[in-house]
């Protein structure tokens, strides 16, 4: 009987602690200000039900999930509120035209005049169309012919045939085989008398070092309406002719805010020539641009990135980068367009050239437009955008309807920004990030501890059978 009674025990005991089969998992609480990392106050426009913010660069950062699944929006009273967060589409106006721009050289008298003291000279057709610009003693057009020409010291461009702002020029020089690094003065008129300065980007360069080879040819220019373009470039020497000026124009358009941000290089313990820059969070990035620490300087390096520190590495691109200083001129790579990705590691290793970039390190700087939160208000007070949480996972209610409802009513669409960002603001902190061990399961101890010591006593009772028996 006294196995029988053991038996039967342990089985009591397991019933006891075991839960039941049809027992369903509790619901989960809802999810409270306090669960979350950061918060940013968010002050919504009056008279609006569904309200929009633009991403901040904090949300990225300090987001735990990749997906921003992780963001939620509460009312004044600490009530969850739908949202949902879409990408925005970037400018969609129309592609820059291209076009061949008439030009007409200005040569220095042989007095020496400077270029703001020459007088033009103009030529027109029947039609009113310029057929000739040339440079004259001021005070003397009446032979212009007869004077004796000296360098050429400035070019006109015709730009009447451009409609929309010029936003830049692709300047041919004739090749010399000499190398140069020319800053340009760039200066608009509409009645060939009264010139304003455009601002230029860069200089024109052509340099050749050691089978390296840098040619720069474009102006990029403030967005420039006018009738007329005047190129000079005092102090220095023109290399050679300008043989052609091709403009492109930009339709005027609404550009919609870039954020940009900048990462220092850490160098890799024993790999010369390899850094790793951390973006602190999942920073979505549609264009990166490498900038060297130190002046005079031309390597051949690839740039990978990863969401993980230690790899694998996926290959974003591979080319030269240079940043070149002559005359106070500094000339760089330009920036790299690519496909919208947002890992969280980057790393740059020089193949060819310098491994050693002196005392400085290389500095990525990512740009990108930001999602966009829409959020459906509850009144007119303070409302929290919270984000950085292990708890939260995607949001329960379907997004899609909120997204359907911002398409809708073409004649009033919804604005980018509705609702005022503050500051961010620390709730709890890293805590929120980090999931706490699950507690111990005491139940399944205690279920273990009985079976097993329902074994043991079953053991010794068939033991004292036996030895009855014998």
């Known amino acids: 009987m006294r196995p029988l009674f053991v038996l039967t025990w342990s089985l009591l005991v397991i019933g006891l602690f075991a839960p039941p089969a049809s027992a369903e998992r509790e619901p989960e609480a809802p999810l409270e200000l306090s669960d979350f990392a950061y918060s940013q106050t968010l002050t919504p426009a009056p008279g609006r039900a569904l309200q929009t913010v633009l991403v ?74 310029v057929i000739d610009i040339r440079s004259a003693a001021p005070g003397d057009l009446s032979d212009v012919d007869a004077q004796p020409a000296g360098r050429t010291v400035s070019y006109i461009l015709d730009a009447r045939a451009v409609k ?10 004739a090749d010399t085989g000499s190398d140069y690094v020319l800053p340009i003065r760039v200066e608009a008129s509409n009645n060939l ?17 050691q089978g390296n080879q840098i040619e720069h040819d474009e102006l990029e220019l403030a967005p420039t309406r006018a009738r007329y373009l005047r190129l000079s470039w005092p102090d220095h020497e023109l290399p050679g002719s300008v043989t052609g000026v091709l403009a492109e124009a930009q339709p005027k358009q609404e550009q919609p805010q870039r954020i940009s941000l900048t990462l220092h290089g850490e160098p890799v313990s024993g790999e010369p020539g390899v850094y790793v820059f951390d973006a602190g969070g999942f920073v979505p990035a549609d264009s990166v641009h490498v900038r060297l620490p130190e002046a005079n300087t031309l390597v051949k390096a690839k740039l990978d990135s990863s969401d993980d520190a230690n790899g694998p590495w996926n290959r974003v691109t591979r080319g030269r980068f240079y940043r070149i200083v002559e005359n106070r001129q500094e000339i760089q790579q330009p920036a790299t367009s690519l496909t919208r990705r947002a890992p969280r590691f980057w790393r740059l290793e020089i193949t060819a050239g310098q491994k050693e970039l002196g005392a400085g390190r290389p500095n990525l700087t990512l740009s990108f437009y930001p999602n966009q939160v829409l959020f459906v208000s509850r009144g007119s007070g303070e409302h929290a955008l919270a984000y950085g949480s292990y708890k939260a996972s995607a949001p329960d209610f379907d997004t899609s309807d909120l997204i359907e409802l911002a398409r809708r009513g073409s004649d009033d669409p919804l604005p980018r920004v509705t ?11 890293v805590a929120a990030l980090e999931e706490p061990p699950p507690p111990p399961p005491f139940r399944t101890y205690i279920l273990w501890a009985v079976l097993v010591l329902s074994v043991l006593l079953l053991a010794v009772f068939a033991l004292r059978l036996l030895r009855q028996q014998h």
Do not use: C, M
């Not at 291209?98 to 057709?125: C, K, M, T, W, Y």
């Not at 010139?195 to 070092?209: E, K």
């Not at 609702?419 to 902190?429: C, E, F, M, Y």
């Open 56 to 129: 901040p660069v904090e949300i990225y950062r300090g987001a735990l999930r990749k997906s921003l699944a992780d963001v939620r929006v509460f009312d004044p009273e600490g009530n969850e509120v739908p949202h949902a967060i879409r990408t925005l589409a970037g400018p969609t106006a129309r592609p820059r035209s291209s076009s061949p721009l008439p030009i007409f050289p200005l040569q220095e008298p042989a007095d020496g005049q400077s270029v703001g003291d020459l007088a033009i000279h103009i030529e027109r057709n029947a039609e009113g169309e």
């Open 164 to 173: 929309d702002p010029i936003v830049k020029l692709t300047v041919a020089i």
């Open 193 to 209: 008398e009264q010139w304003r300065p455009v601002p230029a980007a860069a200089p024109l360069a052509r340099l050749d070092f």
């Open 419 to 429: 609702a005022k960002l503050g500051p961010q603001q620390s709730v709890s902190g």
